[in-house]
């Protein structure tokens, strides 16, 4: 296995405020962008040759990763003019992979959290003689997502959408979002036109008679596409639960960055990160949250599942608990903030004036 493709290009409406003037997998996890855990990843299994499918902000991409020499990768990327799904990005960058016919290309979504063990769903492609092969993990509550029956030797049976009934629910394994193509596949999908792998490509296959296999991988996995599983995301990196060899330092309770500057009495738990030139004001607790780059958390704030947006201001004293705060936000003292509560970039709330929470 020496190239994939990674699939960039979402507008991750549901990560908002913290993706309007960040593509999701650029938003910093455990101190680096989350995409940067994903190349090492990748790489650490012997991949060499990374094409990233991006779409959203696709301009941000290449200026901060380059040919992706750094982490011992080469990087392309290509840009779709309107977005394709997943089915049509994959065929999108086609022509930049090198792979012969008959060789494995590694694919996987840019909002996926996984210790899965990469190298095994490669063997495990190449000793079934699969068509496609994908990563399933299994869930307690399977309601959310599309389910992938498969027979006693792996090979996918179906895919079926989410159940609405408990009868419906014939397993518990779902598409978690890495698989394994066979290049030769990656040219069935038609070409300039919007394809979902999941509704339109697997079945598809399926019916005709591919072979398609699945691998259950029931280590850590978590899909990153709202703020609170982003944030719990970020936390499990740092303390260890979720692999990652790009985590900037040494796991535990904490990460700080250089440069940020932490009250000595602060107290920072739960695998909390504190970004590049933030400032953590005296008595501040800060508990499983992170605090991006320039953020200012003022003394006496109380900060428990959260995360502060990049040059925001929490003023002092102020709760918050499970919110996100947009970009420059400024958040006055003496405020109180719960329950999943979003607050947009650059938007001022005024001392003492909210006691509010949302469930949205």
């Known amino acids: 296995m020496t190239e994939a493709i990674l699939l960039v290009g979402g507008k991750g ?14 938003v910093p996890a455990a101190g680096v962008p989350f995409l940067t855990h994903q190349l090492a990843r990748a ?61 494995p290309v590694l694919i996987f979504n840019g909002d996926i959290l996984t210790g899965l063990d990469i190298k ?7 000793t079934s003689g699969a068509d496609v092969s994908l990563h399933l993990t299994r869930v307690e509550d399977p309601r959310a997502f599309g389910l992938v029956p498969t027979d006693g030797t792996g090979r996918v049976t179906a895919f079926l959408e989410k159940p609405q009934t408990p009868e419906e629910i014939v397993t518990d394994q779902i598409n978690a979002g890495a698989y394994v193509f066979n290049r030769s596949v990656i040219d069935t999908i038609p070409a300039g036109r919007p394809v979902s792998v999941e509704r339109e490509t ?10 398609l296999q699945g691998m259950v991988d029931s280590t850590y996995w978590l899909d990153l596409g709202t703020p ?38 602060a107290k920072l738990t739960g695998g909390t990160v504190v ?14 949250s992170a605090v991006l780059e320039g953020a200012v958390v003022e003394p006496g704030a109380v900060i428990r599942d959260s ?16 919110a996100v705060i947009g970009d420059g936000a400024r958040i ?14 650059d938007a001022e709330i005024p001392a003492g004036s909210l006691r509010f929470s949302s469930d949205q």
Request: with cysteine.
């Open 13 to 26: 409406t549901r990560l908002r405020p913290l993706t309007v003037h960040t593509p999701k997998p650029m």
């Open 202 to 211: 697997f079945p598809g296959l399926l019916a005709d008679g591919a072979h």
């Open 275 to 288: 970004g590049p030139r933030t400032v953590i004001g005296a008595g501040a607790e800060l508990d499983g």
């Open 307 to 322: 995360l502060i947006g990049a040059g925001a201001r929490i003023g002092a004293r102020t709760v918050l608990d499970g």
């Open 332 to 345: 006055g003292a003496d405020n109180e903030l719960r329950d999943g509560i979003r607050i947009w970039c």
């Open 228 to 265: 609170q599983a982003f944030v719990r995301g970020s936390a499990d990196l740092v303390l260890g639960r979720a692999p990652s060899p790009a985590v900037p330092g040494r796991r535990g309770d904490r990460l700080v960055l250089e440069t940020a500057d932490v009250a000595p009495d």
């Open 43 to 103: 790489r650490a299994a012997g991949v060499e040759h990374i094409v990233l499918a991006t779409s959203y902000l696709a301009e941000v991409f290449e200026p901060y990763f380059g040919d992706g020499s750094a982490l011992g990768l080469h990087l392309e990327y290509v840009t779709e003019r309107e977005p394709l799904g997943t089915g049509g990005a994959i065929r999108n960058v086609a022509e930049r992979l090198h792979s012969a016919p008959g060789d």
């Open 120 to 126: 095994a769903l490669v063997d495990t492609h190449r």
